[in-house]
């Protein structure tokens, strides 16, 4: 394993060369995200209408292309970023870049492929509003980031898609892939040196400016609620603001949110199914933005057990807050976060989107031994401080999606309900 940085491109190129793999993974990805668009939705649209047409191919090509190869090309779109990635093998390394330079560079976007597309992203907008628990993190953003385009949908709303025009889509299209807005990625046996004229023949990118999002965040608001009664369950997320990825922290937030809800040997999945069964399922989860992270938890329950979880729930923040983590906890903890991470490393698109977010988000690459140097690093001391820091519920937010919903229901989170406790030295049954 090699990480190799060329500049000489234009923009950054970035390789995590391993000749132990059979195929190759490369994509193109943009620091322009949904929070930076003019028109709610767009990114997302313009992620779709990429696919459609472009100067050289018509959609059917465009996806036919590494699919008759074997390979796949994809994209994803994030409040931070846009991406255009494929699966190749080596030998078809050229025609992936080919293909995605073709993207990138060449997009057409017609009214009709316009008119067919939004209607596609409308009736994927209406699977996440019947989808609880996908509006659930959405009425959480909402909450942390009120009135922030953070806080926005990232597929628009109905209103908001119906205005886009093709002007708007090639407006967008020349913020996204900018050059100077634009990285290149790629992962496994790729020799640096050939990539970089193969990258300067397919990518012809627009010399365009684009600005990045820098509104201010405001103060989160405690919960937003949505009543469904066709559900027999609710569905929450509870969510905090924390430091970005830049941030010395990360560490010790990484493995704190994996002694919370990492696995069914987590603190949470503990108290709450195995020891009490009040939950099916229950997690905890950590993402990092460009100027801010979200530590935050998700949990599907009954109306009758609900009171009584978010008091466990508030138990166990507690419990962390107070410093009742042991040394053998958090030994436990860091060979599970390594041991996940080098597992992690036996997937190439893993290691593409790892080798993206870090130049995205720390702008410099961020080698695995200096990742697992830094979760080595954090003491005991470390942990502690962070649960006391953020496990402090009358700080966090939260979104309820259910039969029934209510303030009073968010009461034993926010006001300290009381549940029958019994100490936690032992998890064992």
């Keep these: 394993m090699a990480y190799h940085r060329v500049q000489h491109t234009g923009f950054p190129l970035l390789v995590d060369q391993d000749a132990r793999f059979a195929s190759v993974a490369i994509g193109i990805f943009s620091r322009q995200g949904s929070r930076d668009e003019h028109l709610p939705g767009v990114t997302h649209l313009l992620e779709h209408m990429l696919f459609k047409r472009t100067r050289r191919r018509n959609n059917f090509e465009l996806v036919s292309a590494l699919e008759d190869r074997g390979g796949y090309v994809d994209a994803m779109t994030t409040q931070d970023s846009l991406g255009l990635y494929a699966r190749v093998l080596p030998e078809d390394l050229p025609l992936a870049l080919d293909l995605l330079g073709d993207m990138a560079s060449q997009p057409v976007f017609t009214a009709d492929d316009l008119e067919r597309e939004r209607q596609v992203v409308l009736e994927e907008l209406a699977s996440v509003q019947e989808t609880s628990d996908d509006l659930v993190f959405r009425l959480l953003f909402e ?3 009120p009135g922030h385009p953070m806080g926005r949908e990232i597929l628009g709303t109905e209103e908001s898609l119906h205005r886009i025009t093709t002007a708007d889509l090639y ?22 040196e050939q990539l970089v004229p193969l990258v300067e023949r397919s990518l012809a990118l627009p010399a365009a400016t684009a600005r990045l999002d820098t509104t201010p965040l405001p103060p989160p608001l405690p919960w937003r ?5 066709r559900l027999q369950q609710l569905q929450i997320a509870l969510g905090l603001r924390v430091p970005p990825y830049r941030d010395p922290l990360r560490a010790p937030l990484h493995l704190l949110n994996t002694l919370l809800g990492g696995g069914m040997s987590s603190r949470l999945f503990w108290e709450l199914r195995e020891k009490r069964g009040l939950v099916y399922t229950v997690s905890s989860f950590l993402e990092h933005f460009r100027d801010v992270g979200v530590l935050g938890i998700h949990l599907t329950v009954s109306p009758e057990a609900a009171p009584r979880a978010l008091a466990v729930v508030r138990r ?4 962390l807050a107070s410093g009742e983590i042991s040394q053998e906890e958090l030994d436990r903890v860091k060979h599970r976060v390594r041991g996940s991470t080098l597992i992690s490393e036996d997937s190439l698109s893993q ?3 790892r080798l993206a977010n870090h130049e995205l988000l720390l702008g410099r690459i961020l080698p695995l031994n200096r990742l697992l140097e830094e979760v080595e690093a954090v003491s005991l001391e470390d942990l502690r401080a962070v649960a006391a820091r953020f496990l402090v519920p009358e700080r966090w937010s939260a979104g309820l999606v259910g039969p029934e919903v209510s303030e009073t229901l968010l009461e034993p989170w926010f006001t300290g309900g009381k549940e029958p406790w019994k100490p936690m030295a032992s998890r064992k049954s």
Excluded: K, N, T, Y
């Design 316 to 319: 166990i923040f507690e419990d």
């Design 225 to 229: 609620l949505h009543r469904e009664p």
């Design 143 to 145: 909450a942390l980031f």
């Design 351 to 353: 290691r593409l989107l």
């Design 171 to 192: 407006r967008r299209w020349r913020e996204v892939f900018a050059r100077s807005q634009v990285i290149l990625v790629a992962a496994g046996p790729v020799d640096p």
